[in-house]
């Protein structure tokens, strides 16, 4: 089975402040993708990245960086000199290839609330 | 409008009614996916469309939710007889991609469904 692990269920901290979200997931599966979604107040999850399982390369996108690591089933964000436009709900995410007639069901974490304070 | 839009923001349903939630995908996106999200949780699968055709119904958790996209474009998603368990947001997703579990989905904000 799939599954999806977030244990950080809040985190607070002051702006420009350095900041880490776990994420930790389960899959027998050998090809798979793996995604950040953030969720502001307005309600729309947005796409932040995608990583698959056959590139463990880190990547970096402005303040925004992910630690991929297959050995520790590991896909971490982190926000680098956090803004408060940060402050949203971040969701992990699974996908595997889909069946022939299925679709591929990404699933999600719990998420983690991240409040930056001014 | 350019991104996917949902249809009520927000309904307050007495137990028992139906209700019908409805989606606008982004135009020409192949893939539309609707799913549930209970507070403080994450999205959960209910069900996809590939075109017109529903090929995975197997998140929805019973017979009285029910989906259709008869033309391949706007989604409704249908529930009868509601219940105080089904209070939830339900968030339609797009893609142009087929199967998209490669590419990125576009969400709309959600319909917020309470019922009392």
């Known amino acids: 089975a799939q599954k999806v692990t977030q244990a950080q269920t809040e985190i607070s901290v002051v702006e420009k402040e350095d900041v880490t979200l776990d994420c930790v997931y389960e899959?027998?599966?050998?090809?798979?993708?793996l995604f950040w979604y953030k969720q502001p107040p307005s309600g729309e999850l947005v796409f932040l990245i995608r990583r698959n399982s056959f590139d463990e390369q880190n990547e970096i996108s402005g303040r925004y960086s992910w630690n991929f690591q297959k050995s520790t089933s590991s896909f971490n964000f982190t926000i680098t000199a956090s803004q408060v436009v940060d402050s949203a709900v971040y969701f992990c995410a699974l996908s595997v290839p889909p069946g022939y007639s299925s679709a591929s069901k990404i699933i999600f974490g719990s998420g983690t609330r991240l409040s930056i304070r001014p | 409008g350019a991104g996917v839009s949902q249809s009520p923001r927000y309904k307050v349903a007495k137990r028992g009614q139906d209700v019908a939630l409805r989606c606008d995908p982004i135009?020409?996106?192949?893939?539309l996916f609707w799913y549930q999200q209970a507070l403080g949780q994450g999205p959960e699968f209910l069900t996809y469309f590939q075109n017109e055709a529903q090929l995975d119904k197997s998140g929805l958790p019973s017979d009285r939710f029910f989906a259709e996209r008869p033309e391949g474009s706007v989604s409704t998603l249908k529930i009868q007889r509601t219940q105080q368990e089904d209070s939830a947001v339900y968030l339609c997703?797009?893609?142009?991609?087929?199967?998209?579990?490669?590419?990125?989905?576009?969400f709309g904000e959600g319909s917020r469904l309470t019922v009392l």
């Open positions: 899959t027998r599966d050998t090809t798979y993708y």
């Open positions: 135009s020409g996106h192949v893939s």
């Open positions: 997703a797009s893609s142009f991609m087929k199967k998209a579990n490669t590419g990125e989905l576009f």
